[in-house]
């Protein structure tokens, strides 16, 4: 018996394959701080826990394939907030963005179909494209760059005949680079041009830092027929066990065709979808709250980092997370000294390593990825246990 050549080709995820050495660690008695996953400490929203407990049905019934209109109204109404209209027809609602992902891929891409992708970029994409039979082809960027790649020549030179669509995440993950509407407009010339579709992967919205204006594919009415956003409730409002995510888009041939595949999956999880409703309603006060509390855990990041010597990292201008190259050959074997031989008082750090994020062979392998999802003093000390597990680690190496 064999397995699909697909799934042989798929990877691990490299945010969670350190996992069970960190909970031998744990085991052992040390404390790990857990900078690896995006999964942030601010509470949920109390108007998700309210609208569950209000959720009166005697029966847990199937939603609408495309997703309760509720909240499809609650996600026309918070848009039209950024002079965006959109209708329910307009919108899937997906079991998280991870969903909205999967879906798009599978109607967009047939086998050796190829999606361009700014690397390092999040890792579960080479798991979507790859089961949609399709393949990722990298816009290498660079940390001393930091991250940036919506330049016309590195965009193009991408481009083949089997090109279906530009992939755009911003705010980013693992980067943190947002794009300007200027580079938006860019990439829309680019794949109108070339006659491809924009996925546009939003998840990160409202957390651009610093005079940084939240931008949005939708914005841009120009392209609507080839922007495909895919959004949800994981991050902006800290709710990733909700899985509740979006599939947005103007295309009406995209949408009647995806839906296929929404109704082959009958529907999105129904009462996380009430608790969802509530969250798209949010005023625009909570972002700005939660943006702050971000934007200070990241200039806590930063102010750590570059106390280390030879670390090579720009401030991110959005997102959570923060790339950097360390000075060291490789990065896997920096965290795993530090899961299995280092502490200091009886604590030790995680991160993931970005050789993951690359498709690429061969990059990435001193780079990490941070994500700033602890408060203030934990990311401190998270940062500071990596510079004195790098003291260590080279003493280790006589280096
Ligand atoms: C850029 C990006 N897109 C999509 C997702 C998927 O998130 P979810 O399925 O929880 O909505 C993530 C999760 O980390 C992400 O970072």
Known sequence: MKLSEKVLAMQFSPIRKFNPIAQKAKDAGKKVYHLNIGQPDVPTPEVFMDAIRAYDKKVIAYAESGGNTELQDAVIDYFKGYGVDFERKNIIVTTGGSEALTMTFIALLNPGDEVIIAEPFYTNYHTFATAAGGKVVPITTKAEDGYHYAKREQIEACITDKTKAIVCISPGNPTGTVLTLDEMKLIGEIAKEHDLWIIADEV??????????????????????????????SKRHSACGARIGLLISK???????????????????????????ALFRLPKSYYDEVKAEYCARRDVVYEELMKI???????????????????????????????????????????????????????????????????????????????????????????
């Open 204 to 233: 990160y919205r409202e957390f651009a830092y610093d005079d940084r204006e939240v931008t949005s594919f939708s914005m841009l009415p120009e392209y609507a027929d080839r922007v495909i956003i895919v959004d949800s409730v």
């Open 251 to 277: 295309n009406e041939e995209f949408m009647t065709n995806t839906m296929k595949i929404a109704q082959g999956r009958l529907c999105s999880s129904t009462v996380d979808q009430v608790g969802a409703a």
């Open 309 to 399: 010597p030879g670390v090579v990292c720009q401030k991110p201008g959005g997102a959570f997370y923060m790339t950097a190259k360390l000075p060291v050959d490789s990065v896997e074997d920096f965290l795993m000294f530090l899961l299995t031989e280092f502490d200091d008082n009886g604590e030790t750090v995680m991160f993931a390593p970005a050789e993951g994020f690359y498709a690429t062979p061969g990059l990435g392998k001193d780079e990490m990825r941070i994500a700033y999802v602890l408060n203030k003093e934990d990311m401190r000390r998270g940062v500071e246990l990596i510079r004195l597990g790098l003291e260590a680690y080279n003493k280790k190496n006589n280096k």
